[in-house]
């Protein structure tokens, strides 16, 4: 069920136990991919895994409005890009999962998120929202739950231009793909003894892209998105057994 369609009638009747908070970000993926890539990407594997979910239990699973905007500071050099402060974006969704969890809300909330640079923040939120005692929370990163798949990640690469090309194909700009691979990267940072030097993206990739975008056809996005909604399935299934 999605908050942003339904009446709060419809919530109340419901009487949810298990939410999905899709978490992604506004910045630069190359010359050939939205800015947008990282909310649709989380956006589509939330519905899809609740829906997948409601269908193999009976038992209903809201979707919260998406959170747009993430800590991307990193990808300040491209025109477009949004950020919020580390401090910020855990406060808002903090917040965000309690008032979902009010008035005898959703007890298991699951953070399902596209964008590597929340990874760090939703952890520590999921952590502190649950030993609060809000809600059981878990956060769930779709490309870490892809099997063999998660290594080939890079940025604006092989894996989201494929869930892009399989999901939301209008937006990917297939005339600039020969542009990403020019100004890409094939690795994330600049890397002296173990450790990243790069701050921002723009030191080791002129135009944000890392990995071959021409690598990820529809056939693999489909591969991809069927992956992360079985995984987020068994995810969702687990932690509502925990929140009892």
Do not use: C, K, Q
């Not at 970000?25 to 979910?53: I, K, N, Q």
């Not at 910020?88 to 917040?95: D, I, N, P």
């Not at 005692?133 to 080939?152: C, K, Q």
């Not at 987020?232 to 057994?241: I, K, Q």
């Amino acid at each position: 069920m999605r908050l942003s369609d339904a009446t709060w009638t419809d919530v109340r009747d419901a009487d949810a136990d298990l939410a999905v908070l899709p978490v992604g970000s506004t910045e630069g993926h190359g010359p050939h991919a939205p800015l947008g890539t990282d909310a649709f990407t989380a956006e589509a594997v939330a519905e899809a895994g609740a829906d997948a979910y409601e269908a193999e239990t009976g038992d209903p699973v809201l979707v919260a409005p998406t959170v747009p905007v993430g800590i991307s500071e990193e990808h300040r050099a491209f025109d477009g890009t949004l950020w919020v402060s580390p401090d910020t974006f855990r406060a808002y969704v903090r917040e965000t999962v309690e008032s979902l969890a009010a008035s005898d809300g959703p007890d298991a909330v699951v953070l399902v998120n596209g964008h590597g640079g929340n990874v760090d923040a939703l952890r520590e939120v999921a952590a502190r929202l649950t030993r609060d005692g809000v809600a059981r929370v878990a956060p769930f990163t779709w490309f870490e739950a892809v099997g063999e798949h998660s290594s080939d990640m890079g940025h604006a690469g092989p894996l989201e231009t494929a869930f892009l090309r399989h999901g939301r194909p209008e937006l990917v700009r297939e005339e600039r793909i020969d542009d990403a691979r020019e100004g890409g990267s094939e690795r994330w940072g600049d890397w002296v003894s173990g450790v990243n030097l790069a701050v921002d993206s723009d030191e080791f990739t002129e135009n944000g892209v890392v990995g071959d975008p021409g690598e990820g056809d529809a056939e693999r996005g489909a591969e991809l998105e069927e992956l992360a909604t079985a995984a987020l399935v068994d995810l969702l299934d687990a932690v509502r057994e925990r929140a009892g």
